[in-house]
C-alpha cells in the first residue's frame, strides 16, 4: 500500500508540472482552441496537455519490463504503438491533419500492436471461450482503432475525458491486480495517477485541453490494456471495458444515430448525449459530474464480472442498460432552450479537445 501510494504521489505530480509545461509550450506557440460554432467552450484555451499522460505511459512500459512485470513483446508492441498514436495526437493538435491519415496511422498502429499481443483466436466470455479463429485478430484490430476514436469523439467537455481516465484505470488497475496481472495492473496505476494529475489544470473550468495527443492516446492505452489482458492474462477484456461504457456507449449510439440520417461523420458536430446536456444549460461541472457517479457503479459491475467470470455477459448488458437510461432520463428531464438562446450560444462555444 504504501508503494502505490508513493507511484501515485509521484506520478500525479510530475503530471501537474508536465501539463503546466505544456500550458506553457502551448500558449508561446498558439497550440490553441478557439470558439466554433459546433464546440463547447467560450474562450480560446490552450492544448496539448495531454502528452504529460501519454508519456507517463511510455516511461513506465519499459521500467515495468526491466522489472520483469511485463514481457518484452507486450512491451514493444505498446511502446511503439502508444507512441505513434500520441505523435499523430501531437501533430494534429498543431497543424491539423485529414482524417484519413488520422486514421491510416491509428490503423498501423493497431496492427502493430496486435501482432505483438499473441494469439486473439479466442475471446473469453462468460466461463467458456468464444473461437474467432484467425477473424479475432482483424476483429481485435478494428476495436482498437475504435477506442482511439471513440474517446477522442468524448473529448468536449472540461473534465470528462481526465476524469474518465482516472475513474476507469483505477478500476482497471484494480482488476488486474486481484486477477493477478500484477505488470498490467501498475501499467493502470500510472495511467490513473497521470490522468488525476492532468484533471488539476482540466477541471472545470480548464485552464488547458489534452487535445488529439491526450484523447486519443487514451483510447488506445484502454483499449491496448484490455486485448493485453485478454492475450496475455486471459482475463476477458470486455471486463475492462465496462468502466468505459458511458463513452462507450454515447459514442457508438452516436455514430450509428448519425450514419442512419445520412449525415457525414467526419464532420464536426454537437449530438453526442453530454454535448446536448450542455445545450440545454448544464454545466459541464455537472455533466462531467453525473458521469463520475455512473463510472462508480460500473466500476463495482466491472468488479464482479471480473472475479465473477460466469456475471460477465450479464454485467455488459446491465451497464449498457444503465448508461443509455441515465441518458435517456436526463435528457428528459432537461427541456430544449429557444432557438434563440441555442443560437446565441453557440456563436460563443467551441469544439472538443480537452
Not at 498514436?85 to 497543424?95: E, L
Not at 481526465?162 to 501498475?186: M, N, P, S
Amino acid at each position: 500500500m504504501t508503494a502505490a501510494v508513493l507511484v501515485f504521489v509521484g506520478v500525479a505530480t510530475t503530471s501537474v508540472v508536465a501539463t503546466g509545461l505544456a500550458r506553457r509550450y502551448a500558449l508561446a506557440r498558439s497550440v490553441m482552441d478557439h470558439p466554433t460554432d459546433r464546440g463547447m467552450h467560450r474562450t480560446p484555451t490552450p492544448r496539448g496537455g495531454g502528452v504529460a499522460i501519454a508519456a507517463a505511459w511510455m516511461v513506465a512500459l519499459p521500467v515495468l519490463w526491466a522489472l520483469g512485470e511485463i514481457d518484452g513483446s507486450a512491451t514493444l508492441g505498446l511502446c511503439v504503438g502508444g507512441g505513434a498514436v500520441a505523435a499523430i495526437g501531437w501533430w494534429d493538435d498543431h497543424r491539423g491533419l485529414p482524417a484519413w491519415v488520422r486514421l491510416a496511422v491509428h490503423a498501423a498502429a493497431a496492427a502493430w500492436t496486435i501482432a505483438h499481443l499473441g494469439d486473439f483466436s479466442a475471446m473469453h466470455v462468460g466461463d467458456g471461450v468464444i473461437r474467432l479463429g484467425p477473424a479475432g485478430a482483424i476483429l481485435a484490430g478494428i476495436a482498437l482503432v475504435w477506442m482511439i476514436n471513440l474517446y477522442n469523439f468524448m473529448d468536449g467537455i472540461d473534465g470528462l475525458a481526465g476524469g474518465e481516465c482516472v475513474t476507469a484505470a483505477l478500476a482497471a488497475a484494480c482488476i488486474l491486480h486481484a486477477r493477478g496481472a500484477a505488470g498490467l495492473g501498475w501499467l493502470a496505476f500510472v495511467l490513473a495517477a497521470a490522468g488525476a494529475g492532468f484533471l488539476v489544470w482540466n477541471w472545470p473550468p480548464a485552464k488547458i485541453f489534452m487535445g488529439d495527443v491526450g484523447s486519443g492516446f487514451l483510447g488506445y492505452a484502454f483499449g491496448a490494456l484490455a486485448l493485453t489482458a485478454e492475450s496475455k492474462a486471459g482475463i476477458p477484456a470486455l471486463a475492462l471495458l465496462i468502466p468505459l461504457m458511458v463513452f462507450v456507449v454515447d459514442a457508438t449510439f452516436t455514430l450509428f444515430r448519425r450514419l442512419v440520417a445520412g449525415e457525414r461523420i467526419t464532420q464536426a458536430h454537437r449530438s453526442h448525449v453530454y454535448q446536448r446536456l450542455v445545450r440545454r444549460g448544464w454545466t459541464h461541472r455537472r455533466v462531467t459530474g453525473l458521469v463520475l457517479v455512473v463510472n462508480g457503479g460500473l466500476a463495482a459491475l466491472a468488479w464482479d464480472a471480473a472475479v465473477n467470470p460466469a456475471r460477465l455477459p450479464v454485467a455488459v448488458l446491465a451497464s449498457t442498460a444503465a448508461v443509455s437510461a441515465v441518458g435517456t432520463l436526463a435528457l428528459r428531464l432537461t427541456p430544449e432552450r429557444t432557438r434563440s438562446r441555442e443560437s446565441e450560444d453557440a456563436a460563443t462555444t467551441a469544439p472538443g479537445g480537452r
